[in-house]
């Protein structure tokens, strides 16, 4: 269980936007074609934004760091691209096509990477993934589509990016905890959770690789990013929100040593998860072009 995972004492929190990502990527490059890794790699040695580091693993962070660019001034890629991350699916009565803005579609001969703002994750990487498969795509393009391709396969196994109790997805609810810094649910899965695996991410992602089977790869590599939605959901409703303690009077939880375990095993386990599916897409998009 988790015991065999979690590092005891205090190891400093990078953040799922930038260890629980690399982590991701690293379980992915494992599971790639090599022809499709050395595609992958060629494209991303394109990337001039000088955003992150042109390697697999720093380029699945490309897609925060591109929305933050802006986010302090004219805040142009920041409100282009901030619902892209998740899909609010409420705690009680999910909607999907609510959740997804409507689930508006792409002018035929648009690229995906101008919009709509208003779009959700689900959509995007159905989107993102078909241009990437296309031959006619030109270059920057797939690049573009490549790098968030690399981000939001993760952010989608995320359980706070794919639920809402009307609390902007864990964002509102403080919490604190033996082992966590004070702050917030959604920080908590993002962060502290994943810095419990390990110092490292590739610490982390060798650890994870030996226990992923042929089995969880077989039974992973399937379904569609919607459905892969609800099941982070299904995460979210059962973990993250239904093992949550009672409030105090402040309306604050305080994590019991239980729940931060149980939390790390089950972020362990979404690591996994979305590595082999970003493997699985990936190969799918990029092995026949």
């Known amino acids: 269980m988790a015991a065999s995972l979690v590092l005891l004492g205090s190891i400093p929190a990078w953040g799922f936007g930038d260890e629980g990502h690399e982590v991701i990527a690293l379980i992915a490059a494992h599971d790639l074609e090599p022809g499709v890794l050395a595609k992958a790699e060629a494209l991303l040695a394109g990337d001039a934004s000088g955003l992150t580091p042109r390697d697999l693993a720093h380029e ?15 805040g142009v890629r920041y409100r282009a691209t901030r619902d892209w991350h998740f899909i609010d699916l409420e705690l009680h009565g999910p909607d999907l096509i609510r959740a997804c803005h409507g689930r508006p579609r792409i002018p035929p001969g648009s690229p995906a990477s101008e919009g ?3 779009d959700c994750i689900v959509d995007k990487i159905d989107e993102f993934q078909a241009e990437l498969a296309a031959g006619a795509t030109p270059t920057a393009e797939r690049r573009l589509a490549l790098e968030f391709l690399l981000h939001l396969v993760g ?10 109790d009307h609390d902007k997805g864990g964002n509102l609810e403080r919490t604190r905890g033996p082992g966590l810094r004070p702050g917030t649910l959604h920080h908590d899965w993002d962060t502290e959770f994943v810095a419990r ?5 590739d610490e982390i992602a060798a650890r994870l690789l030996a226990r992923v089977t042929a089995a969880d790869r077989l039974r992973w590599r399937s379904g569609t990013p ?10 979210a409703r059962a973990h993250a929100y239904g093992a949550l303690p009672a409030p105090d009077a402040r309306d604050h939880y305080t994590l019991s040593a239980a729940y931060i375990e149980q939390a790390t095993e089950v972020t362990a386990q979404q690591l996994e998860k979305a ?13 026949g072009d």
């Open 226 to 235: 919607e459905q892969w939605a609800f099941e982070t959901f299904g995460i």
């Open 155 to 164: 952010d989608l196994h995320q359980p706070l990016h794919a639920s809402d």
């Open 197 to 201: 695996l390990g110092a490292s991410p």
């Open 275 to 287: 590595g082999v599916r970003l493997a699985w897409l990936l190969n799918q998009a990029l092995q």
């Open 116 to 118: 709509p703002a208003e």
């Open 60 to 74: 699945a962070t490309w897609a925060d760091r591109y929305r933050d660019s802006d986010r302090d001034g004219a």
